[in-house]
């Protein structure tokens, strides 16, 4: 069986899986999702159907739970977000273009808790010692910035300036900007327009591969559990841990909610003692019955 080629359930018109996933594509852009979703669930659906034995159109349940488990690179948020990749993908093709949704049974990963994970200080240090380019800026950035990993790879040296970097494509799909690290604009000021982070072709990378080949690069230099997003995990906890309140942290990572704030932040053990030692001393004690 060719998995390039399928027939709609409609018609006897064979059409290639890559023109389905346009199809979605354009679906989606229709329905008001972000480019950057819209480029994520592309690249998530064209990777899974060139690993699946015969493509996305006849995919069993448990193949699909197999090519979730099969990096254990992976973090637990990336298998979620790729099962919910697949999820949205399946739903929208069941019934117009494929018969039957296998992702319907699929086994979902399980949501990580809201702990936070912050790289610890030895290994941003060994991170950023160890990599060169395009590691090196992009580390920078998510430490530094706090961009998620999707907004790492959209930035160019056009939108920095010594002030402010300005993001042209943050989470929602809306701009938006945070302030300049002195570290980052001595790093990107004398570069020339265009991406700060390309592939080592100079040609511009995508927050997947961000994720799948950061992964790659960690493991080689001895960093086998730091993944990006625990980079940004430190630049918010460090800010509370230097004394910001959290509501500062809250603007400074462009949360929308101060709750989604409080599970990248790590109260650290310091402010613990600090604020039970702070406690008022009572003077006198109660009477016993």
Request: with cysteine; glycine share 8%; net charge positive.
């Amino acid at each position: 069986m060719n998995k390039g080629l399928f027939t709609t359930i409609h018609s006897e018109q064979t059409v290639t899986m890559s023109d389905l996933i346009i199809a979605h594509a354009r679906h989606l852009g229709a329905a008001g999702k972000s480019p950057r979703t819209i480029n994520d669930r592309s690249s998530v659906m064209t990777r899974l159907h060139e690993a699946l034995p015969f493509g996305l159109a006849y995919a069993s349940t448990e193949e699909l739970e197999d090519w979730l488990q099969h990096d254990p690179g992976w973090s637990t948020w990336t298998k979620c977000t790729y099962a919910m990749h697949i999820r949205g993908f399946y739903r929208w093709a069941n019934g117009r273009y494929l018969q039957g949704d296998p992702s319907a049974e699929m086994v979902r990963p399980q949501t990580p808790s809201g702990v936070p994970n912050p790289v610890t200080d030895n290994e941003l240090a060994t991170a950023l010692r160890h990599s060169p380019e395009p590691w090196f800026t992009a580390i920078a950035l998510a430490a530094m910035a706090g961009l998620r990993v999707s907004e790492v790879a959209g930035v160019r040296r056009e939108h920095v300036s010594e002030h402010r970097i300005r993001i042209p494509r943050a989470k929602g799909g809306g701009t938006a900007s945070v302030d300049t690290h002195p570290m980052i604009w001595a790093l990107v000021r004398s570069r020339r327009a265009g991406p700060l982070v390309t592939r080592p072709d100079g040609t511009p990378v995508s927050g997947p591969w961000l994720s799948v080949k950061g992964r790659a690069h960690f493991d080689q230099i001895g960093l086998p559990d730091v993944h990006f997003h625990r980079f940004r995990h430190w630049f918010g906890t460090t800010l509370l841990d230097g004394g910001a309140d959290l509501r500062t942290v809250q603007e400074a990572m462009r949360h929308r909610s101060i709750t989604s704030t409080q599970g990248y932040t790590l109260v650290s053990g310091g402010q613990r003692r600090l604020a039970i030692r702070s406690l008022p001393t009572p003077t006198e004690h109660p009477e016993e019955n």
